[in-house]
T-cell receptor
Framework: KAGVTQTPRYLIKTRGQQVTLSCSPI?????VSWYQQTPGQGLQFLFE???????NKGNFPGRFSGRQFSNSRSEMNVSTLELGDSALYLC????????????FGPGTRLTVT | ELKVEQNPLFLSMQEGKNYTIYCNYS?????LYWYRQDPGKSLESLFV?????AVKQEGRLMASLDTKARLSTLHITAAVHDLSATYFC??????????FGTGTRLTIIP
Protein backbone atom coordinates (compact mmCIF):
# COMPACT_ATOMS: atom_id res chain seq x y z
CA LYS A 1 0.00 0.00 0.00
CA ALA A 2 1.46 3.36 -0.97
CA GLY A 3 2.06 5.83 1.83
CA VAL A 4 1.12 9.46 2.15
CA THR A 5 2.67 11.61 -0.55
CA GLN A 6 3.26 15.34 -0.50
CA THR A 7 4.28 17.70 -3.25
CA PRO A 8 6.40 19.63 -3.67
CA ARG A 9 9.06 18.46 -1.24
CA TYR A 10 10.91 21.77 -1.17
CA LEU A 11 9.77 25.26 -1.93
CA ILE A 12 11.35 28.70 -1.77
CA LYS A 13 9.04 31.71 -1.87
CA THR A 14 9.30 35.43 -1.29
CA ARG A 15 7.43 37.39 1.35
CA GLY A 16 3.99 38.42 0.17
CA GLN A 17 3.60 35.54 -2.26
CA GLN A 18 1.18 32.69 -1.83
CA VAL A 19 1.79 28.96 -1.94
CA THR A 20 -0.24 25.79 -2.39
CA LEU A 21 0.87 22.45 -0.97
CA SER A 22 -0.63 19.11 -1.94
CA CYS A 23 -1.20 15.88 -0.05
CA SER A 24 -2.40 12.49 -1.27
CA PRO A 25 -3.51 10.22 1.57
CA ILE A 26 -3.21 6.47 1.85
CA UNK A 27 -5.82 4.76 -0.29
CA UNK A 28 -9.05 4.37 1.66
CA UNK A 29 -8.22 7.05 4.22
CA UNK A 30 -10.81 9.78 4.45
CA UNK A 31 -9.23 12.02 7.07
CA VAL A 32 -6.36 14.36 6.25
CA SER A 33 -4.66 16.57 8.82
CA TRP A 34 -2.02 19.25 8.38
CA TYR A 35 0.70 20.22 10.85
CA GLN A 36 3.39 22.85 10.92
CA GLN A 37 6.77 22.05 12.44
CA THR A 38 9.24 24.76 13.42
CA PRO A 39 12.22 24.70 15.78
CA GLY A 40 10.63 27.34 18.00
CA GLN A 41 7.00 26.21 18.19
CA GLY A 42 7.38 22.48 17.59
CA LEU A 43 4.56 20.56 15.92
CA GLN A 44 1.31 22.47 15.69
CA PHE A 45 -2.03 21.39 14.28
CA LEU A 46 -3.38 23.44 11.38
CA PHE A 47 -6.62 21.73 10.30
CA GLU A 48 -8.28 18.42 9.59
CA UNK A 49 -10.60 17.41 6.79
CA UNK A 50 -12.90 14.42 6.60
CA UNK A 51 -14.96 13.64 3.53
CA UNK A 52 -14.38 17.14 2.09
CA UNK A 53 -15.46 18.90 5.30
CA UNK A 54 -13.19 20.78 7.66
CA UNK A 55 -13.84 19.27 11.06
CA ASN A 56 -11.14 20.93 13.13
CA LYS A 57 -9.00 24.01 12.92
CA GLY A 58 -5.97 25.07 14.91
CA ASN A 59 -4.97 28.53 16.07
CA PHE A 60 -3.55 29.90 12.86
CA PRO A 61 -4.49 33.11 11.04
CA GLY A 62 -6.91 33.09 8.15
CA ARG A 63 -4.00 33.25 5.70
CA PHE A 64 -3.82 29.51 6.18
CA SER A 65 -6.58 27.61 4.44
CA GLY A 66 -7.21 24.21 3.02
CA ARG A 67 -9.59 22.01 1.18
CA GLN A 68 -10.21 18.37 0.44
CA PHE A 69 -11.40 16.86 -2.79
CA SER A 70 -13.78 13.97 -3.38
CA ASN A 71 -10.84 11.57 -3.83
CA SER A 72 -9.59 12.62 -0.35
CA ARG A 73 -6.59 14.48 -1.73
CA SER A 74 -6.02 17.71 0.15
CA GLU A 75 -4.42 21.05 -0.54
CA MET A 76 -3.22 23.69 1.85
CA ASN A 77 -2.83 27.31 0.85
CA VAL A 78 -0.90 30.07 2.57
CA SER A 79 -1.42 33.60 1.30
CA THR A 80 0.69 36.70 1.90
CA LEU A 81 3.66 34.69 3.09
CA GLU A 82 5.67 35.93 6.08
CA LEU A 83 9.19 34.97 7.10
CA GLY A 84 7.73 33.13 10.09
CA ASP A 85 5.87 30.77 7.79
CA SER A 86 9.14 29.02 6.98
CA ALA A 87 8.62 25.52 8.30
CA LEU A 88 8.19 21.86 7.53
CA TYR A 89 4.54 21.24 6.65
CA LEU A 90 3.41 17.72 7.36
CA CYS A 91 0.29 16.04 6.13
CA UNK A 92 -1.13 12.98 7.87
CA UNK A 93 -3.92 10.64 6.88
CA UNK A 94 -6.08 8.25 8.84
CA UNK A 95 -9.24 6.25 8.33
CA UNK A 96 -11.01 8.60 10.73
CA UNK A 97 -12.27 5.64 12.75
CA UNK A 98 -10.93 2.85 14.94
CA UNK A 99 -7.50 3.65 16.34
CA UNK A 100 -7.45 7.02 14.53
CA UNK A 101 -3.76 6.41 13.95
CA UNK A 102 -2.29 9.09 11.75
CA UNK A 103 0.32 8.27 9.12
CA PHE A 104 2.56 11.10 8.10
CA GLY A 105 3.88 12.06 4.69
CA PRO A 106 7.48 13.15 4.01
CA GLY A 107 6.60 16.83 4.38
CA THR A 108 7.10 19.98 2.35
CA ARG A 109 9.89 22.24 3.50
CA LEU A 110 8.90 25.84 2.82
CA THR A 111 11.45 28.62 2.99
CA VAL A 112 10.25 32.21 2.83
CA THR A 113 12.86 34.84 1.98
CA GLU B 1 -5.76 24.28 28.11
CA LEU B 2 -4.71 21.12 26.36
CA LYS B 3 -1.05 20.50 27.08
CA VAL B 4 1.39 17.67 26.58
CA GLU B 5 4.70 17.75 28.39
CA GLN B 6 7.64 15.52 27.69
CA ASN B 7 10.83 15.06 29.64
CA PRO B 8 13.66 15.08 29.31
CA LEU B 9 14.11 17.31 26.28
CA PHE B 10 17.56 15.95 25.63
CA LEU B 11 18.93 12.56 26.55
CA SER B 12 22.41 11.32 25.95
CA MET B 13 23.01 7.75 26.94
CA GLN B 14 25.55 5.04 26.46
CA GLU B 15 24.91 1.96 24.43
CA GLY B 16 23.61 -0.89 26.50
CA LYS B 17 21.93 1.29 29.13
CA ASN B 18 18.23 1.59 29.95
CA TYR B 19 16.24 4.78 30.16
CA THR B 20 12.69 6.13 30.21
CA ILE B 21 11.03 9.08 28.51
CA TYR B 22 7.97 10.54 30.23
CA CYS B 23 4.89 12.10 28.69
CA ASN B 24 2.32 13.91 30.86
CA TYR B 25 -0.87 15.43 29.54
CA SER B 26 -3.32 17.90 30.99
CA UNK B 27 -6.77 16.37 30.65
CA UNK B 28 -8.59 13.15 30.01
CA UNK B 29 -7.72 11.17 26.91
CA UNK B 30 -7.49 7.52 26.02
CA UNK B 31 -5.63 7.94 22.75
CA LEU B 32 -1.90 8.44 22.91
CA TYR B 33 0.67 7.91 20.19
CA TRP B 34 4.43 7.72 20.06
CA TYR B 35 6.37 8.80 16.99
CA ARG B 36 10.00 8.79 15.96
CA GLN B 37 11.61 11.46 13.81
CA ASP B 38 15.08 11.22 12.26
CA PRO B 39 16.85 14.48 11.28
CA GLY B 40 15.29 16.03 8.20
CA LYS B 41 12.69 13.28 7.98
CA SER B 42 9.00 12.86 8.71
CA LEU B 43 7.31 11.15 11.63
CA GLU B 44 7.26 7.38 11.91
CA SER B 45 4.51 5.82 13.99
CA LEU B 46 5.84 3.64 16.81
CA PHE B 47 2.97 2.86 19.18
CA VAL B 48 -0.75 3.41 19.55
CA UNK B 49 -2.05 3.27 23.13
CA UNK B 50 -5.82 3.29 23.49
CA UNK B 51 -6.72 2.23 27.01
CA UNK B 52 -5.61 2.46 30.60
CA UNK B 53 -2.87 -0.04 31.32
CA ALA B 54 -2.04 -0.55 27.64
CA VAL B 55 1.50 -1.78 27.06
CA LYS B 56 3.10 -2.21 23.64
CA GLN B 57 6.58 -3.48 22.85
CA GLU B 58 8.65 -3.47 19.70
CA GLY B 59 12.25 -4.55 19.88
CA ARG B 60 14.08 -2.49 22.51
CA LEU B 61 11.20 -0.03 22.94
CA MET B 62 8.23 -0.45 25.25
CA ALA B 63 5.42 2.06 25.75
CA SER B 64 2.76 2.16 28.44
CA LEU B 65 -0.25 4.29 29.29
CA ASP B 66 -1.77 5.21 32.65
CA THR B 67 -4.87 7.29 31.89
CA LYS B 68 -5.63 7.92 35.57
CA ALA B 69 -2.23 9.51 36.11
CA ARG B 70 -2.34 11.06 32.60
CA LEU B 71 1.09 9.61 32.01
CA SER B 72 2.74 7.57 29.30
CA THR B 73 6.26 6.22 29.31
CA LEU B 74 8.59 5.07 26.57
CA HIS B 75 11.20 2.72 27.94
CA ILE B 76 14.40 1.96 26.09
CA THR B 77 16.19 -1.25 26.94
CA ALA B 78 19.88 -1.85 26.17
CA ALA B 79 20.11 1.12 23.84
CA VAL B 80 21.85 0.81 20.49
CA HIS B 81 23.07 3.57 18.18
CA ASP B 82 20.21 3.02 15.70
CA LEU B 83 17.77 4.33 18.29
CA SER B 84 19.25 7.83 18.11
CA ALA B 85 16.36 10.10 17.00
CA THR B 86 13.80 12.52 18.36
CA TYR B 87 10.79 10.88 20.01
CA PHE B 88 7.42 12.58 20.28
CA CYS B 89 4.33 11.65 22.20
CA UNK B 90 1.03 12.99 20.90
CA UNK B 91 -2.41 13.00 22.48
CA UNK B 92 -5.77 13.05 20.75
CA UNK B 93 -8.12 14.86 23.11
CA UNK B 94 -11.11 13.58 21.22
CA UNK B 95 -11.27 15.34 17.89
CA UNK B 96 -8.61 13.89 15.53
CA UNK B 97 -6.40 16.82 16.48
CA UNK B 98 -3.06 15.66 17.80
CA UNK B 99 -1.37 17.77 20.46
CA PHE B 100 2.33 16.98 20.47
CA GLY B 101 4.88 17.05 23.22
CA THR B 102 8.08 19.01 22.78
CA GLY B 103 10.00 15.92 21.77
CA THR B 104 12.97 14.16 23.35
CA ARG B 105 16.19 14.21 21.39
CA LEU B 106 17.90 10.94 22.14
CA THR B 107 21.58 10.42 21.39
CA ILE B 108 23.15 7.03 21.93
CA ILE B 109 26.88 7.15 22.53
CA PRO B 110 28.97 4.10 21.60
Amino acid sequence: KAGVTQTPRYLIKTRGQQVTLSCSPISGHRSVSWYQQTPGQGLQFLFEYFSETQRNKGNFPGRFSGRQFSNSRSEMNVSTLELGDSALYLCASSTGTGTHEQYFGPGTRLTVT
Amino acid sequence: ELKVEQNPLFLSMQEGKNYTIYCNYSTTSDRLYWYRQDPGKSLESLFVLLSNGAVKQEGRLMASLDTKARLSTLHITAAVHDLSATYFCAVDFGNEKLTFGTGTRLTIIP
